[in-house]
């Protein structure tokens, strides 16, 4: 199983000064160098993090593969097909979120989905459906046209540890497995931490993981000591 990192948080810590620090693109290099298989970053309509001139550098540098993920958005589509990352994630987007809440409704709004992601595919990019683990939405994606399918984990890992972490769970298995049968291939990702990831590994199939926040939030304090440590002996 392949891991992509989410960079965007790294760009929210960056925007919140203003400045130019922390470097999403160092971060990109530094999750390659040590084990990110992929770089995700979505390219907001608000821009809320990752911003256009991020996007078209990381295309430029990035030395694995980058995942774009977008929402059904022609201004975002026009950049997509400029740079022509090797992947593309179609995510739903609503204004107010605080990360993507749910999976894109693709079973109803098939047509517009189909239409939407051909020109994509057209210009060679491989595209994902970010769907919540369901069979409605998993046959819908098949028709689409898309290669991959990413389920969304984010009501198993709000699930995981409580009594309903199986039937959260059984949704993801189920889902991976119909949509393997469908000649999807199939990628999970949002809310995967240190502790429920391990379970990942009973799902026969799956492709990669895109994981961000846990693994942002970990390296602050792996990192903390250090930085302190420095500051500290400058200092001095
Ligand atoms: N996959 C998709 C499609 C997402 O939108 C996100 C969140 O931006 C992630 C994966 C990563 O989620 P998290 O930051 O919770 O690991």
Redesign the pocket.
């Known amino acids: 199983m392949l891991l ?1 990192v ?1 960079i ?2 790294i760009a929210t810590l960056r925007n919140a000064r203003g400045g130019f620090e922390p470097d999403p693109i160092k971060a990109a290099d530094i999750c390659e160098a040590n084990g990110g298989t992929s770089i ?1 970053t ?1 390219l907001r309509e608000d821009r809320r993090h990752i911003k256009d001139e991020d996007v078209y550098t990381l295309v430029k540098t990035i030395k694995s593969k980058l995942n774009l ?1 977008m929402a059904m958005a022609d201004d975002i589509q026009k950049i997509a097909l400029e740079i022509k990352p090797y992947s593309i ?1 179609i ?1 739903p987007e609503k204004r107010q979120e605080v ?2 809440e749910g999976g894109l409704d693709v079973a109803g709004q098939l047509e517009k989905v189909s239409d939407f992601i051909k020109p994509l595919l057209d210009a060679g990019i491989i595209v994902s459906l ?1 769907i919540d683990p369901d069979e409605e939405q998993v046959k819908a994606s098949a028709k689409t046209g898309a290669q991959f399918i ?1 389920m ?1 984990t ?1 009501a198993y ?1 709000e699930a995981f540890g409580s009594d309903k972490e199986e039937i959260e769970f059984l949704k993801l298995k189920n889902s991976a497995k119909l949509a393997q049968e469908l000649g999807l291939r199939v990628n999970a ?5 240190y502790e429920n990831v391990y379970r990942m590994h009973e799902i026969p199939g799956l492709y990669e993981l ?7 939030s970990r390296a602050v304090f792996t990192g903390l000591p250090e930085a302190v440590r420095k500051m500290a002996d400058l200092i001095k």
């Open positions: 992509g989410n965007d948080h995700t979505h993920e994630c995510v990360t993507t970010f990413e969304h984010g890992a990702g949002h809310g995967l931490n895109n994981i961000g926040h846990s693994i942002i």
